[in-house]
């Protein structure tokens, strides 16, 4: 009988392209296996009460509907009872979307005669998703203020005039260290603070027609389908995370629900006009928010991204989006009532990537301030803003 045995050969090249495949299709297994883990221990619960804050039979127009944040709004006004009529030039990008709502292509569908209670404006080519060559930095504002304007035609020949949500984000403020911002501050001049700005005094303009604006500028959003977190998930549960840089630039974040729900809120809310901050009350540095997913993740977090290679490949785009940040605090929003579910980091990152669910949860009080004796709560934005020395109208500083 001849012996047998495993003997090893090799193929050269091909056999490294072999081995290197199978060690991918390994890894990606496993990784697989953490995320299915990490599924059944999701409790994301349902959305009907993320709309709480809205009268009964609200009519609401969402425009970049099939987005990470619209595909929310939708199915929450589905949930809580709401009628929710979507702009979409793409109808099949819309199949994704959670029914019953009123399917789009174009606002001139529109009669005068409806009657639209508010319209959610988020529509724009994605800021964050590739390097911001020319061709794109063109596409970024041209597709903001080209359905910004559509919108406030529209506004203009409704009859019934509703209020306008409309989207910017907290890179309005331009970079500014370590610096506390609030609605009340100034920006400064780059890319980002441009777009906003001129996305912002596009939706203005609907003021003329008598309608509410808000001017929402946004933070980092979190959620388990997209936005931020969806980008780090992948490397950070193969242990390949770590801080950007040196870690200390701010991240102003939100959790998604939370930013629908102040949506619904600053619908509701008639005294809620001009600049609202939609992010959490406790911003972090970056390290922080490492050191919190990680800790999420149970994963380590020890490969930081070196900030002059970033800037060497991206340039203006990773100094404004990954080496710069702004620590944004919600004002408007907490004076006028808002509570956070999620106001810290650990909680919200608990609640999104399925923690044990042993936190309690984190509901926000609203801010003091000492405009009068000592504990007072100030009444009205205008004695805030005097608090702060500078008006609600913006300057560039």
Known sequence: MRPTALVPASYGL????????????????????????????????????????????????????????????????????????????????????????????????IPSDTRIDAIVNLAGEPIG?????????????????????????????????PVLINGSAIGWYGLWGDETLTEFDGGKACFTHRVCEAWERAAVRAERCGARVVRLRIGLVLGIEGGVLGRLLTPFEFGLGGRIGDGRQWMSWIERDDLVRLIAHAIATPSLTG????????????????????????????????????HGVAGDFADD???????????????????????????????????????????????????????????????????HRLSDKRFLR
């Not at 406790?282 to 999420?296: C, D, G, I, K, S």
């Not at 006028?336 to 923690?355: D, E, K, P, Y």
């Open 321 to 387: 989006l990954l080496l710069g940040g702004q620590r944004v605090l919600p004002d408007k929003a907490l004076l006028s009532g808002f509570a956070f579910r999620h106001s810290t980091l650990r909680h919200a990152l608990s609640a999104i990537l399925g923690g044990n669910g042993r936190h309690p949860a984190h509901r926000t009080r609203r801010r003091r301030y000492f405009g009068g004796g000592r504990g007072t709560s100030v009444p009205n934005m205008a004695l805030l803003a005097a608090r």
């Open 129 to 161: 998703n590739a390097l911001w060559t020319q061709a794109k930095r063109r596409r970024i504002l041209r597709s903001r203020l080209r359905m910004t304007r559509a919108v406030v035609r529209l506004i203009g020949r409704l009859e019934h005039k």
């Open 14 to 109: 091909w056999s490294v392209i072999a081995t290197a495949a199978a060690c991918g299709v390994a890894l990606f297994g496993l990784r697989d296996l953490v995320a299915a883990a990490r599924v059944q221990r999701l409790s994301p619960g349902g959305a009907g009460d993320l709309m709480a804050a809205l009268a009964l039979r609200q009519t609401v127009l969402v425009t970049g509907a099939t987005g990470f944040i619209g595909r929310r709004i939708v199915e929450a006004l589905g949930a809580g009872g709401h009628r929710a009529i979507v702009s979409a030039r793409d109808p099949r990008k819309a199949a994704t979307l959670a029914p019953p709502f009123w399917l789009l292509t174009s606002l001139d569908q």
């Open 275 to 310: 600049p609202v901050n939609a992010t959490a009350p406790h911003p972090v540095t970056n390290a922080a928010f490492t050191q919190e997913l990680a800790r999420a993740l149970r994963r380590p977090a020890v490969l930081p991204m070196p900030a002059a290679l970033l």
